[in-house]
């Protein structure tokens, strides 16, 4: 069962543009955390926001959760091309199991 | 070079046969984890193990099996009974802290694609 939903889907902005998505779920949970993945390729860890936390920042990213609104978003400022891949939002939800439950991912494209 | 590895990179498989997807990890997990992606979806999680000699399904373990005999390794089959196999088969895991499960990140192989002849 899908737990998060990306909005939108897909994003092209030019490089140096910032870039937001959005990721809602559905029930309460302990942390979500945002993957990246290029390509043909696995998933890379960006950022985790654990559920008593509003804001994370690293580096060029920025991840808001808002609990109220069973919602995060993902700033991704001064993109590069190098950020063109599909993004992730991932929940864990309560009962010990450590599932990982993914979206459909939003996939950006950056223009040169 | 610590990390997780899967092999093949590609796998073909022919009608009425099991294959075996390999992931190794040396980052001294203790949970692994395998998912299936289809083309512009999400990952959905197939098998996870928290400890060696235990595992649990996940949301789509029907037509899959899966082993634990060492921390390092969780091979992932792919039976005869999965009718519908092609995809890309993602191999993570993770540690685990405390006992109360609150879910740390998952590290991520590269991934198997499997295609069928």
């Known amino acids: 069962s899908q737990q998060g939903e990306e909005d939108p889907q897909a994003l092209s902005i030019q490089e140096g543009e910032n870039a937001t998505m959005n990721c809602s779920y559905k029930?309460?949970?302990?942390?979500l955390q945002w993957y990246r993945q290029n390509s043909g390729r696995g998933l890379v860890h960006l950022i985790l926001?654990?559920?008593?936390?509003r804001e994370k920042h690293s580096g060029r990213l920025r991840v808001t959760l808002d609990t109220s609104k069973k919602s995060s978003s993902l700033l991704i400022t001064a993109s590069r091309a190098a950020d063109t891949a599909s993004y992730f939002c991932?929940?864990?939800?309560?009962?010990?199991?450590?599932?990982?439950?993914f979206g459909q991912g939003t996939r950006l494209t950056i223009n040169p | 070079d610590g990390g997780i590895t899967q092999s093949p990179k590609y796998l073909f498989r022919k009608e009425g046969q099991n294959v075996t997807l390999s992931c190794e990890q040396n980052?001294?997990?203790?949970?692994m984890y395998w998912y299936r992606q289809d083309p512009g979806q999400g990952l959905r999680l197939i098998y996870y193990?928290?400890?060696?000699?235990?595992?649990q399904k996940g949301d789509i373990a029907e037509g899959y099996s899966v082993s634990r005999e060492k921390k390092e390794s969780f091979p992932l089959t792919v039976t005869s009974a999965q009718k519908n196999p092609t995809a890309f088969y993602l191999c993570?895991?993770?540690?685990?802290?405390?006992?109360?499960?609150?879910?740390?990140?998952?590290?991520f192989g590269p991934g198997t694609r499997l295609l069928v002849l």
């Open positions: 993570a895991s993770s540690t685990l802290l405390g006992f109360s499960g609150v879910g740390e990140t998952q590290y």
């Open positions: 029930t309460s949970i302990n942390n």
């Open positions: 926001i654990r559920s008593n936390e």
């Open positions: 991932a929940t864990v939800v309560p009962g010990g199991a450590q599932k990982l439950v």
């Open positions: 980052l001294n997990h203790d949970a």
């Open positions: 193990s928290q400890i060696v000699n235990d595992f």
